[in-house]
């Protein structure tokens, strides 16, 4: 009786395992989705040929990236249901753009999703994206030095930040009227209940909270081809015992600086000439931008006062607003966020930035700086609209060394 009891026991035992084999565990559907790039509207042409797709796993960070065929198709494989980050460039040559636009200028051209849904049910259907781009410019934002430094007592110093501006063409350009703005919207997740920019939905334009303008006439302060002035926060040495000998930096010789208006506690070197504060109604004592990581812009425009201005969501009526400038009048535009997980909270539009950059910390002394080659005895900056691409850290922030 024992016996028959044991086998019986073992049969079960048997059945059991049979039961939850790997045959009825549940599986997850991989699909395959298909996506047309297309160039704007007002384009000649429809499909976009050469774009440079790369979609990534937002939960796993696994990527793939395609190029697109003649008639703007992609097909990305072996997917696993999920959200995604899908981006989109390309680069049109005079030609080509000649070709697509009848205007002979440099394109480049960029898409973006931060957050796109996947799923075998989505995927049933190819998925059409279309471009915009903005004239490749000749004025590059080349370096920002945002993050600050350490004082000797461990304290934090942000009062050296700057700006570079660097001239990417063999002309010489004039830089009178050139407006120099911060972006409105937080860096990332800096507190648990931070919110990304409530602007950031309106791509076809940049909402800014600071604007100054270099002086002059009109050629004043010309810009030699490959060559590039710095716009220091304060123009100060502040590598002196007065200031933080821990900083990486001394803008003594900066061309400019943000100098406020008014302001009782802050610097105004006698020999760095001043920038036109044009802008600057939240912070009255200083000119400094989020150590998180600020958007830039350099623009241009013939009316500021006739801009038009939005009111931040949830402040009293009597708070400041920031101002919307059109796409159309931004030469270029760098997004730099807290952390590579920050993507949910960019600022820029993708037409003028599809990505952006970051340093490892707040107070390392570390700067964001463009990536360069050299041509034709030139140095040329790379400049795709794509701060995650033609952005790297430098360690060392140095003004105008190439």
Not at 74 to 103: D, H, I, K, M, W
Not at 370 to 378: I, L, Q
Request: aromatic content about 8%; some cysteine; overall charge negative.
């Amino acid at each position: 009786m024992k016996k028959q009891y044991r086998l019986m026991i073992l049969a079960l035992t048997l059945l059991s395992l049979w039961g939850c084999s790997d045959d009825d565990s549940p599986r997850v559907e991989l699909f395959d989705v298909n996506v047309v790039a297309l160039y704007p509207e007002d384009f000649s042409s429809d499909q976009a040929e050469g774009v440079t797709l790369k979609l990534v796993n937002n939960a796993t960070g696994d990527q793939q990236e395609k190029i697109s065929g003649a008639d703007g198709r992609a097909t990305f494989a072996g997917l696993v249901p999920g959200t995604y980050q899908l981006t989109a460039s390309r680069f049109l040559n005079a030609q080509e753009a000649s070709t697509l636009t009848g205007s002979s200028s440099e394109i480049n051209l960029n898409y973006l999703d931060n957050n796109l849904l996947l799923s075998a049910a989505t995927g049933q259907d190819a998925l059409s994206i279309r471009l915009s781009g903005s004239i490749s410019g000749s004025l590059v934002i080349r370096q920002v030095y945002y993050s600050g430094s350490k004082t000797p007592e461990n304290t934090n110093y942000f009062f050296d930040q700057f700006v570079e501006i660097y001239n990417n063409s063999s002309e010489s350009i004039a830089l009178d009227g050139l407006m120099i703005s911060n972006v409105e919207g937080p860096s990332g997740q800096i507190n648990p209940n931070t919110q990304p920019s409530p602007f950031a939905k309106d791509q076809e334009h940049v909402y800014i909270s600071t604007a100054w303008r270099i002086p002059g006439t009109g050629s004043d302060h010309m810009l030699a081809p490959f060559t590039s002035v710095v716009i220091a926060q304060q123009g100060i040495n502040h590598r002196s015992e007065e200031a933080n000998p821990n900083s990486p930096v001394n803008l003594s010789n900066a061309d400019f600086e943000l100098f406020v208006t008014g302001s009782q506690r802050d610097i105004d070197a006698p020999n760095v000439p001043n920038m036109e504060m044009i802008y600057h109604p939240f912070n009255a004592t200083y000119s400094l931008v989020t150590v998180f990581g600020p958007g830039t812009i350099i623009w241009r425009t013939d009316d500021f006062a006739a801009l038009e201005r939005a009111p931040i969501p949830d402040t009293s009526p009597t708070f400041p607003q920031v101002v919307k400038v059109p796409v159309a009048n931004v030469i270029d535009a760098v997004e730099a966020l807290r952390s590579a997980t920050d993507g949910a909270f960019k600022r820029v539009p993708a037409q003028l930035d599809a990505g952006f950059t970051f340093v490892s910390n707040t107070y390392t002394g570390e700067s964001i700086v463009r990536k360069s080659t050299t041509v034709d005895g030139n140095i040329v900056m790379k400049d795709t609209n794509n701060s995650s691409e033609d952005f790297e850290i430098k360690s060392t922030p140095a003004p105008k060394s190439f």
